[in-house]
């Protein structure tokens, strides 16, 4: 049992660093940089890692809809990226500040991202439940 947990744990946590080194390279397309340098932050590891404490909720809602299951884990990511947010900015080690951005909630999270959290939430759920 805590091998799977772990093993999902780094399972969730290398695909949360790939999505996220994409996310951020693709973003150089707008300023014309081809070399599309994407980047992440070591922090990341672990908060993209407990994506895999989201097993339960994707065994419990297995019968839902899709729009129902992608709320609910875009409602949890965004409580674990608030979270994890607040308890790395007492250190000064948050690696994201969303303060300039017109959707967010205390620079912590933003709303816009939402359908991204929705995606990520499913692909996760895609790795957690796979038989």
Known sequence: MHTK???NFLTCGTTGWCM???FTSLRCI??????LIGNTSIW???IYGMAS???PVCSHMK??????RGSVYTLCIFTGEYLTGSFLKRFEACPWDYSHCPLNIKGLIRLDY???WFG????FEKILCRH
């Open 44 to 46: 990341m590891f672990p």
């Open 120 to 123: 990520a939430g499913l692909l």
């Open 30 to 35: 707008s300023d014309k940089n081809r070399k």
């Open 20 to 22: 996220e080194i994409i």
């Open 53 to 55: 404490f989201l097993k």
């Open 5 to 7: 947990l772990g093993t």
């Open 63 to 68: 019968d839902k809809s899709l729009l129902k």
């Open 114 to 116: 939402a359908p991204l």
